[in-house]
């Protein structure tokens, strides 16, 4: 597998980089709730739903100035590979058809996750799928990953939104914090949370809910 290989240069440049090209295919970024209060002697593991290729990206502008951690960005290896710079700014690999490096990478996972200091991100859903799509592919390894952790478990919702401007908007809802020791005694309940944070940001968007000022 490939770690995370974090660099003060990198970091400026792919801010430098990155943000500019955000402000450049968005409109704006908007929160429709307020972020939870994260612990500061506990880690975060943040699972988003994942639409598109810019959600990692999207995450990090939300979050790494915020919550005051260092952001562990789980990728597919082989994505990982084509851009080896972003394990520089805290992206790691796994990948799925290697048992071996699975299993590295689930050890690497908890290792992260057991220093208050840093925050990990996890797609649950594992692909890309719709925003809108009814039954989400949720899979359970999110709780290998908090397996002999004390992190807290944030689910995010994101949605690209076309609306009456030439570029679209990113909405964002957070879900309710929760303990990674209930996640691992009821998945159903990390299931429930996800879904209805996903539903909770389709509904603000639907009735036309005022939003958060523009995080871009």
């Not at 500061?40 to 915020?66: A, M, Y």
């Not at 649950?124 to 809108?132: L, S, V, Y």
């Amino acid at each position: 597998m490939i770690k995370a290989n974090h660099k003060k240069w990198a970091r400026a440049l792919y801010e430098a980089y990155i943000y500019r090209q955000m402000r450049k295919n968005f409109t704006g970024m908007f929160e429709t709730n307020q972020l939870p209060d994260i612990p500061e002697n506990q880690s975060l593991l943040v699972t988003p739903n994942h639409i598109s290729w810019w959600d990692g990206f999207i995450i990090e502008k939300l979050l790494t100035k915020r919550v005051n951690k260092t952001i562990h960005l789980m990728m597919l290896e082989k994505e990982l590979k084509k851009v080896n710079f972003f394990s520089k700014v805290g992206a790691f690999s796994i990948d799925q058809e290697n048992s071996a490096s699975t299993k590295e990478t689930i050890l690497y996972t908890r290792e992260v996750l057991k220093n208050s200091l840093n925050y990990c991100v996890v797609y649950p859903q594992g692909e890309i799928e719709p925003f809108e799509k009814p039954k989400l592919s949720i899979k359970k390894g999110i709780q290998l990953f908090i397996k002999t952790t004390n992190t807290m478990v944030l689910p995010v919702a994101f949605k690209i939104q076309h609306e009456n401007k030439k570029f679209p908007s990113i909405y964002v809802r957070y879900g309710s914090i929760l303990p990674a020791v209930d996640v691992l005694r009821d998945f159903a309940l990390f299931e429930e949370e996800f879904i209805k944070t996903r539903d909770s940001l389709n509904n603000h968007i639907f009735d036309k809910k005022e939003s958060g000022k523009n995080l871009l």
